[in-house]
């Protein structure tokens, strides 16, 4: 079953502590994505990858780190330096200029 | 900036009705252009994608495209309760990014 794969569903930060989200993808894309969604908002892009081992910044980058390493997985870091990081975090990847596929989202709370 | 405009809503309407969603954009290079919904609390889901001028069905949905006027619709005709969603429109800005809409909320009335 091809798909995307987010984990974990639920995150729940710490202040001044760094966490991962996990993106995954068996598509076979070449380009992911990252989004967060603020509660009655739309999508704002965060980070892009086109191809393995480059990326580029979206309009929200700062306080966020990526690294594409593999086809398969585009794996999202919130630093300390995000400071209002609560938000819905959604990976996405496409052929690109084609559809993009959303996964299940990652809900991120700082306690 | 490149923007996506759709009127957020709620828009209202009874079962059985045609509901029409309307998104505009102000790329005039934007290419590709796609409807999401979403249901509260879950990521989106594609509905329609259309790349040219003109009207592209698929079961109760019709897709609308006029490059010209840039503007995309959506309609869901014999609307169902289950159809109550988000409906964000998203295009294309360049090769590589997609610029969305803040979304229009939908009602259906049983």
């Known amino acids: 079953d091809g798909g995307i794969t987010q984990s974990p569903k639920y995150l729940f930060r710490k202040e001044g502590q760094n966490v991962t989200l996990s993106c995954e993808q068996n598509l076979n894309h070449d380009a992911m994505y990252w989004y967060r969604q603020d509660p009655g908002q739309g999508l704002r892009l965060i980070y892009y990858?086109?191809?393995?081992?480059?990326?580029q910044k979206g309009d929200i980058a700062e306080g966020y780190s990526v690294s594409r390493e593999k086809k398969e997985s585009f794996p999202l870091t919130v630093t300390s330096a995000q400071k209002n990081p609560t938000a819905f975090y959604l990976c996405?990847?496409?052929?690109?200029?084609?559809?993009?596929?959303f996964g299940p989202g990652t809900r991120l709370t700082v306690l | 900036q490149k923007e996506v405009e759709q009127n957020s809503g709620p828009l209202s309407v009874p079962e059985g009705a045609i509901a029409s969603l309307n998104c505009t954009y102000s790329d005039r290079v934007s290419q590709s252009f796609f409807w999401y919904r979403q249901y509260s609390g879950k990521s989106p889901e594609l509905i329609m994608s259309i790349y040219s001028n003109g009207d592209k069905e698929d079961g109760r949905f019709t897709a609308q495209l006029n490059k010209a006027s840039q503007y995309v619709s959506l309609l869901i005709r014999d609307s169902q309760p289950s159809d109550s969603a988000t409906y964000l429109c998203?295009?294309?800005?360049?090769?590589?990014?997609?610029?969305f809409g803040t979304g229009t909320r939908l009602k259906v009335l049983a």
């Open positions: 990858s086109q191809i393995v081992n480059d990326f």
């Open positions: 996405a990847s496409s052929i690109i200029g084609n559809e993009q596929f």
């Open positions: 998203a295009v294309t800005s360049g090769t590589y990014k997609y610029i």
